[in-house]
């Protein structure tokens, strides 16, 4: 059975920084894309980032390029979303999400197994 875990999730004020964790267990994670998603109340579940199997390349939002940076470590078959400069738009749940493909996509519904979420909420 699958399980992916998220935590780091929390308040922090605007300006601060976060990291989340994805541990993940029972798949070959380093035969699988990572990505990181989040949704806010009311709106879409959006594309923040991915991260090839490697971790040799990755691949983000517009909006948190420059602030956020995803990593992996396939020892430990975890995958982390460092989270800088924090603004208040960023409040969202934030969900790792696995793709069996090569490549990094955007769209979620190429996803096949997700975590059960962790909160960010960004104080003005």
């Known amino acids: 059975q699958v399980h992916m875990v998220e935590s780091g999730g929390g308040l922090v004020q605007a300006g601060g920084s976060l990291r989340l964790s994805c541990a993940v267990s029972?798949?070959?994670?380093?035969?699988?894309?990572m990505a990181w998603f989040h949704q806010a109340p009311g709106k879409e579940r959006e594309f923040v980032g991915g991260i090839s199997r490697s971790g040799g390349s990755t691949y983000y939002a517009d909006s948190v390029k420059g602030r956020f940076t995803i990593s992996r470590d396939n020892a430990k078959n975890t995958v982390y979303l460092q989270m800088n400069s924090l603004k208040p738009e960023d409040t969202a749940v934030y969900y790792c999400?696995?793709?069996?493909?090569?490549?990094?996509?955007?769209?979620?519904?190429?996803?096949?197994?997700w975590g059960q979420g962790t909160q960010v909420t960004v104080s003005s």
């Open positions: 999400a696995a793709d069996a493909s090569v490549s990094i996509t955007p769209h979620r519904h190429d996803y096949d197994v």
């Open positions: 029972g798949l070959s994670f380093s035969r699988y894309t």
